[in-house]
């Protein structure tokens, strides 16, 4: 089958899964940007959403940096990943400006390319006009401008979005069983019951039964604050390359200005580390040189779940053991009409692995699970869901023969 067909037709083991009767209610496990997008969307969509998160408040793992930049991932060529996120970008920019114009807190960013093959993509790009021209521009020594990218506040986000959702905090769900509906046991073994369940939860979501054969891995990930009174020019847009920096935002009632961010995979550990800040202040100064040698005042770490294609994994949730009957004969070859379709387990999803582009991605994935559970069209090419199936690893395993 060729990419073509494929716009317009799903396989069998990535089938689009049963809607769900519109007012049942769905269970989100973890309140980051992932789990209460999704959960706005649902209750838009009319169903009835509980997020559980084991934190005091939502938001307070990857996703409670005091800012996030918007930063456009730039590829040469027509691969998912370039396209998943363009459009992703896209709509996390009208999401958000429609939620409340204030989270976006700096206008404007500029990406630098740290290598000549860099230029010549940047300049590569260009020439392929994907993007508008009021959307990106040829800047001074072969950067590109973004002038509507930039830089938003988590914290905003979090205070609007805990307005209008059903959060439940401090409660660590460890165990999940199905026998008809849904029951969530939380490590004081408390149950509650759910018809669905949508697993949020970075990179802990494959500590389920359920969710242990998935291929996410934590990346560490630590960022460093500086003080822009200290320093006798500021950068006025996001600036981009070898790492980023951010111009002076208030967090907390004083201004501060953020680089970051570090990279350490497989790294659970949250300690700050100096390694990681000197990390983050030499590609600081890279991009603006007044960073040398100013003082640093604070920093956070965090976990980033990835996937082994750096996509997110969104959609339904395959039973591994029933997948390798269904599809063992996939390394064959992928004679579609003659497979069944994809053997799920009922009523389960995730919405994971977002990686280190997760305020960027997170509108778009949680429109796709609603659209999907509630058998709307998707926002999406049928190839991009695809590309975005948690099965994907299953199965192109089976292809290999694996
Ligand atoms: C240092 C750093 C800098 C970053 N900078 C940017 C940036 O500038 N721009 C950008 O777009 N992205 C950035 N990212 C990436 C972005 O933060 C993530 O992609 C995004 O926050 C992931 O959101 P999430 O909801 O999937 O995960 P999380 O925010 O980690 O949320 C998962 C939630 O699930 C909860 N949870 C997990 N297991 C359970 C359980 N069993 N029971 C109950 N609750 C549970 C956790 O408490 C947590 O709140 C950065 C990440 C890091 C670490």
Sequence with gaps: MTDKDRTSQTRPWYRRPSPLTKGCHIALIGGGIAGLCTALALQKAGYRVTVFDREPHPMAQASGNPVGILDPYLVLGQGADGAFYHQALIHALAFYAALDP???????????PVSPPDKQKFQKIIAQETWPQDFMRAAPEGRLDFPICGALSPP????????????????????????RHWTLTDSDQTQYEADAIIICGGPASRHFVQTQHLPLEPVRGQITYLDPEKMADVPSQVLCGRGYLIPPVEVEDRMIMITGASFDRKEISLDIRDSDHQENMANAAS??????????????CALRA???????????LPDAGQYQTAYNQLKHGPRHQEFDPAPYQPGLYMVSGLGARGFMSAPLLGDMMSSLISGAPLPLSTPLYESLHPARFLIRNLIRGL
Excluded: A, N
């Design 156 to 179: 905003k986000i979090r205070d609007i979005l805990s307005d209008r959702l059903s959060i439940r905090c401090g409660i660590t769900i460890s165990q999940l069983d199905h026998d």
């Design 306 to 316: 990835y996937s082994p294609d750096h996509l997110p994994l969104c959609g339904p």
């Design 287 to 300: 991009l603006w040189p007044l960073v040398e040698g100013q003082t640093i005042i604070g920093g956070r």
């Design 102 to 112: 204030d989270i976006m807190v700096t206008q404007g960013l500029t990406k630098f």
